[in-house]
């Protein structure tokens, strides 16, 4: 059974930065990434990375946010610096076997962890 972990998020002031965590577990994925979503919006992605290291970024986060990963724990991470109030939402974890050029649909997600960002 496949699970999604996350953690890191809370609240934090303008110009801060928070580190996103996303541990998995019960399968190996192809792609991990994140997703944010704002209550009215649609769910949009954020940034996602393979197993060798591609990365693919939203507009809105490049020069901002880095993702990275590490293979041996399953694990993704999303550091956030120079945070805005724009970027306050709920932060979901994806995992899939699919590459970067394909949506996340039929992947996998975690809860999500909110992530507030106070002007």
């Known amino acids: 059974q496949v699970h999604l972990v996350e953690s890191g998020g809370g609240l934090v002031q303008a110009g801060g930065s928070l580190r996103l965590s996303c541990v998995a577990s019960g399968s190996i994925f192809r792609t991990m990434g994140w997703y944010r979503q704002v209550p009215g919006k649609q769910r949009e992605l954020v940034a996602a990375i393979t197993s060798s290291g591609s990365t693919d970024y939203a507009d809105f986060v490049k020069g901002r946010f880095t993702i990275s990963r590490d293979n041996t724990k399953n694990t993704v991470y999303l550091q956030m610096n120079s945070l805005n109030a724009e970027d306050t939402a709920v932060y979901l974890c994806?995992?899939?076997?699919?590459?970067?050029?394909?949506?996340?649909?039929?992947?996998?997600w975690g809860q999500g962890t909110q992530v507030t960002v106070s002007s």
């Open positions: 994806n995992a899939r076997q699919s590459g970067l050029g394909y949506g996340p649909s039929y992947g996998y």
